[in-house]
């Protein structure tokens, strides 16, 4: 009982002071050291007084969150209270007055007026809390946006991102381990939380056509408020448009919805590899899942020599970083080996690609599959060959949920070798729990 008498206050302590997800910045993950030029203004043993110019920073996108990411950084570069080093000798940011600063330092530093000088800046450690979202009914819209921020602030390498809304998990984890219900590890949890430099927050304004965006960079050691981001836009420019809904498809109309690619090679399949690569997709008008009458079908014949997939694409370029995975129902004329795909592409280069894959099977009834994004792979062959053929170029392997361009399922030969038949997906969504 004494041990949680103790920790309780650590708690509490290291809430107040923004901590967050993060090893212990003092064995596992090192400071950084980043460099800003200054002409010394005024000098004397304790103070030097700089005119600093900070560095433009190079976006890497378009969009309206890298630059709200490169304003954070720039008004953020120096703070009141940070540590530095000139020439080897450490100091403290004492006052940050627009391009001027003055610093203290310990031991004596004499430059001469002029002198320019390399000023030796830490990788600072910034929480981004939830965005608070005023006025319509698309609440959503600010967890899109503070998901995008933080993948943005990453991207700068200016900062070790913190992300106080995943607190609680960690929290529970930290309770659960204290509690002697788990087996104990070598290093404890407790104590290895990271205490931000800076806290980002704001609220976002819902005026239909346009936001109003207004955000605040906090200094945690003084409670300052630094600097503030003010712009009014929309949310996404018409080449960024993506759909970030749940896709609640059931394939209940007429024909299926244009997104989806349309293969009717039935004629091939029927007569046995008279097709380049025998199979159909097309809506199958006669059965669905539980309540569904209507489903999308893929017609197949693996009984040739030349190895291939039969897919079902659908090319809307969707956001789902709202998202933990997918959800569908299945059905085959025998039990089958079925894979489902997400494309991502690269903000920089949308040729570039990676296929991010999970495995399912299907049997001769409907069942519910649940894959989560993060047990999906990349596979060697998309690396090897699979990008190739789509006409894309092999990624780097970092699933971005924001940059979905394409959703496919289906299955291939080698996994199915020698079958033939017919597989059925219905009741299509996203799930986010």
């Given at each position: 009982m004494k041990s949680w008498k103790v920790l309780i206050p650590i708690f509490l302590i290291s809430l107040l002071f923004a901590c967050a997800t993060g090893p212990d910045k003092g064995t596992e993950q090192p400071v950084k050291l980043f460099a800003v030029e200054g002409d010394v203004l005024d000098s004397s043993a304790a103070e030097l007084t700089l005119s600093v110019q900070i560095p433009n920073f190079p976006k890497t996108s378009d969009s309206f969150v890298a630059d709200i990411a490169n304003q954070v950084v720039r008004k953020s570069y120096l703070l009141e209270g940070t540590k530095i080093t000139i020439e080897g000798h450490e100091g403290t940011i004492k006052e940050v007055r627009a391009n001027q600063v003055i610093m203290t330092f310990e031991s004596p530093l004499s430059l001469p007026v002029g002198r320019k000088v390399a000023v030796q800046v830490p990788k600072k450690i910034i929480a981004v809390v939830d965005f608070e979202v005023l006025g319509g009914n698309r609440k959503e819209k600010g967890r899109v946006v503070l998901e995008g921020l933080t993948s943005a602030l990453i991207d700068t390498g200016q900062f070790i991102v913190v992300e106080r809304t995943k607190l609680q998990p960690i929290m529970n984890e930290i309770q659960l381990s204290l509690s002697g219900m788990t087996k104990p590890g070598t290093d404890g949890l407790a104590g290895k939380l990271l205490s931000a430099d800076l806290i980002l927050t704001g609220t976002l304004t819902d005026l239909q056509e346009e936001w109003d965006i207004n955000l605040r960079t906090l200094n945690v050691r003084t409670g300052q408020a630094l600097s503030?981001?003010?712009?009014?836009?929309?949310?996404?420019?018409?080449?960024?448009?993506?759909?970030?809904?749940?896709?609640?498809?059931?394939?209940?109309?007429?024909?299926?919805?244009?997104?989806?690619?349309?293969?009717?090679?039935?004629?091939?399949?029927?007569?046995?590899?008279?097709?380049?690569?025998?199979?159909?997709?097309?809506?199958?008008?006669?059965?669905?899942?539980?309540?569904?009458?209507h489903s999308l079908r893929i017609d197949f014949d693996f009984g040739g020599e030349r190895d291939f997939f039969a897919i079902a694409s659908n090319r809307?370029?969707?956001?789902?970083?709202?998202?933990?995975?997918?959800?569908?129902?299945?059905?085959?004329?025998?039990?089958?080996?079925?894979?489902?795909?997400?494309?991502?592409?690269?903000?920089?280069?949308?040729?570039?690609?990676?296929?991010?894959?999970?495995?399912?099977?299907?049997?001769?009834?409907?069942?519910?599959?649940?894959?989560?994004?993060?047990?999906?792979?990349?596979?060697?062959?998309?690396?090897?060959?699979?990008?190739?053929?789509?006409?894309?170029?092999?990624?780097?392997?970092?699933?971005?949920?924001?940059?979905v361009e394409g959703v496919q399922f289906g299955l291939g030969s080698s996994r199915n070798e020698g079958l033939s038949g017919s597989i059925w997906i219905d009741k299509i969504q996203f799930y986010s729990n």
């Open positions: 503030a981001v003010s712009i009014r836009t929309k949310l996404f420019k018409p080449s960024e448009m993506r759909d970030s809904g749940s896709w609640q498809e059931n394939f209940e109309g007429d024909v299926l919805e244009p997104s989806w690619v349309v293969r009717m090679d039935s004629a091939g399949v029927k007569k046995n590899r008279k097709a380049k690569t025998p199979f159909s997709v097309s809506l199958d008008a006669m059965q669905g899942a539980e309540d569904s009458h809307k370029k969707r956001d789902l970083t709202l998202y933990h995975g997918a959800e569908f129902y299945v059905k085959g004329t025998e039990p089958l080996a079925g894979q489902f795909y997400l494309l991502t592409s690269q903000p920089e280069n949308p040729s570039k690609m990676d296929q991010w894959t999970g495995f399912f099977t299907a049997d001769k009834t409907w069942k519910r599959i649940r894959i989560p994004f993060n047990e999906m792979i990349v596979t060697s062959g998309w690396i090897k060959g699979g990008a190739q053929r789509m006409g894309a170029i092999p990624g780097d392997q970092v699933m971005r949920l924001n940059r």
